[in-house]
């Protein structure tokens, strides 16, 4: 029966084996390592609803870039001789009750809706997954930034978001501010556990031996195997953003006249429901389908980025 080698004798082998290849030969087994990306794609390309997701998401982009020009009218024109007309080929969803084209509107509006839920989300984001980093790595820090985010826990998001945008001021700079600090707490909390669960890897400990400080840790190790369900946590939190920001403009505290952004395009319809309901049905379902071709991609991307789904 042949003699087991001792694991440590193994990994000198190794090691001496390799100090005599050429880095062509790395580079050829490192070719290896994009397939992770191209089955993450063909994963998504195979789902039926993310390819859904992804064409609703992609059609938004373009109204977010290219909205105002697409627009057959001046979304801001008024014309008051062509108050609240029914759809029509000129108007295709019908005019506002300053003679607005509702369409060109709602595109317009793209921008304003969906600019807000990105960069709200990026906000906390960014906060929120430095905190949750510096509470995992620090156990010093970790109660004391784990006693804040459970204040700020205890108040429901869009109470939280509500309170701070009262104290700012309503505007669209400060509705992203109010919802970005809302989901921080969420992000903290996601990234804490997952880093706590990554540091108690092998690899961690083996760099923590060779002197690696905390810094080099999050950057070559931590946010490489946090990525995943932070990335898809946000395409999901995305869609959230997107419907707080419409709900505080619906209020009033978001985008200011004349901006034309979805929920205060249902403001100003709702008191015009019985004569013209298209007013509030086409911005509902303009946001309706942002919501939803968000939350059909991230379903996807979840299920392509979780190695336990097959192909």
């Not at 992770?36 to 870039?65: D, E, Q």
């Not at 999050?218 to 946590?233: D, E, F, R, T, W």
């Not at 505290?253 to 509030?280: F, K, S």
Request: charged share 20%; glycine share 8%.
């Amino acid at each position: 029966m042949p003699k087991r080698q001792n694991p440590i004798q193994k990994l000198f082998k190794r090691m001496v084996r390799n100090s005599t290849r050429k880095p062509e030969e790395f580079s050829r087994e490192l070719q290896g390592a994009p397939q992770r990306k191209s089955r993450v794609w063909l994963k998504l390309r195979r789902n039926k609803s993310a390819v859904t997701g992804m064409i609703i998401i992609a059609c938004f982009m373009i109204m977010i870039l290219f909205g105002e020009q697409l627009a057959p009218h001046d979304p801001l024109e008024t014309d008051y001789l062509n108050i609240l007309a029914s759809p029509s080929s000129e108007n295709l969803l019908g005019t506002d009750y300053m003679g607005r084209d509702l369409f060109s509107r709602l595109l317009a509006g793209a921008r304003f809706s969906l600019t807000v839920g990105l960069i709200s989300i990026a906000i906390g984001l960014t906060v929120g997954m430095t905190l949750g980093i510096i509470a995992g790595l620090n156990k010093k820090a970790d109660n004391i930034i784990m006693r804040f985010i459970d204040i700020l826990m205890a108040f429901p998001g869009l109470l939280l978001s509500i309170t701070i945008v009262a104290t700012l001021g309503a505007g669209l700079q400060n509705v992203m501010i109010a919802i970005g600090i809302s989901t921080v707490p969420l992000y903290a909390r996601l990234v804490r556990g997952e880093v706590l669960k990554v540091k108690e890897n092998d690899f961690i400990l083996a760099a923590r031996g060779l002197g690696a400080t905390n810094f080099r840790l999050v950057i070559h190790h931590v946010l490489i195997n946090i990525s995943a369900p932070i990335i898809v946590y946000s395409t999901f939190r995305i869609a959230s953003a997107v419907l707080a920001a419409s709900s505080l403009s619906f209020l009033g505290l978001g985008a200011q006249p004349p901006d034309p952004e979805w929920g205060r395009l249902i403001n100003e319809g709702r008191q015009y429901m019985l004569l013209a309901p298209w007013l509030v049905l086409a911005p509902g379902f303009f946001i309706t389908l942002a919501i939803l071709g968000i939350n059909l991609f991230g379903d996807g991307l979840r299920d392509a980025l979780d190695p336990r789904v097959g192909d």
